[in-house]
């Protein structure tokens, strides 16, 4: 990733030896890398509000709510499709002008550099395509109304099934 026109931001905590390599990472790539060990609701707000895309490559995600935060900031999402990834990020589809963001089905390098990899192009290469990512992310109605509305309907429909 370093290799390309971008830079990094991450935040969170994990595994210390990964803790580790991400501030190593960020003294030898001190123009494209920063890291913050540790967690801050508020930093991690403004980190994605400020953010063109937002890489999340989890392994495993019940619910998901960084790229529902991202989509609402205009932030564009890259997930591995599992759990609320799954279910609430649309791969995005150049032809049709649709969907909310890359996605990838396995939890592997290549498969992460590949979606990642077609989210910088349309970046730097098809504007109206990025805008058109950023504005349905944003026009999404994600409240909680909205959300009970639908798993209603999904039991009513569970209900009068044969």
Avoid at 4 to 32: A, S, Y
Avoid at 90 to 109: N, V
Avoid at 120 to 137: F, I, N, P
Wanted: charged letters at 20%.
């Amino acid at each position: 990733m370093v290799g390309q026109d971008v830079q990094l931001v991450m935040l969170g905590t994990g595994r210390p030896d990964l803790e580790q390599m991400l501030r190593q990472f960020e003294c030898q790539h001190n123009d494209k890398i920063r890291g913050w060990v540790g967690f801050s609701v508020k930093m991690a707000h403004r980190i994605t509000a400020g953010s063109d895309t937002l890489l999340m490559p989890s392994r495993f995600e019940p619910c998901g709510l960084n790229q529902l935060y991202a989509m609402n900031y205009g932030t564009v999402p890259v997930v591995h499709t599992v759990g609320g990834l799954r279910d609430t990020v649309q791969h995005f589809d150049p032809f049709k002008e649709s969907g909310l963001g890359w996605t990838f089905d396995r939890a592997e390098s290549n498969k992460l550099i590949n979606a990642l990899g077609n989210c910088l192009l349309t970046y730097s290469e098809y504007k109206k395509s990025w805008e058109g990512l950023q504005g349905r992310g944003m026009m999404q109605y994600l409240s909680w109304d909205n959300a009970a509305q639908h798993y209603e309907e999904v039991l009513v429909a569970a209900k009068y099934q044969c």
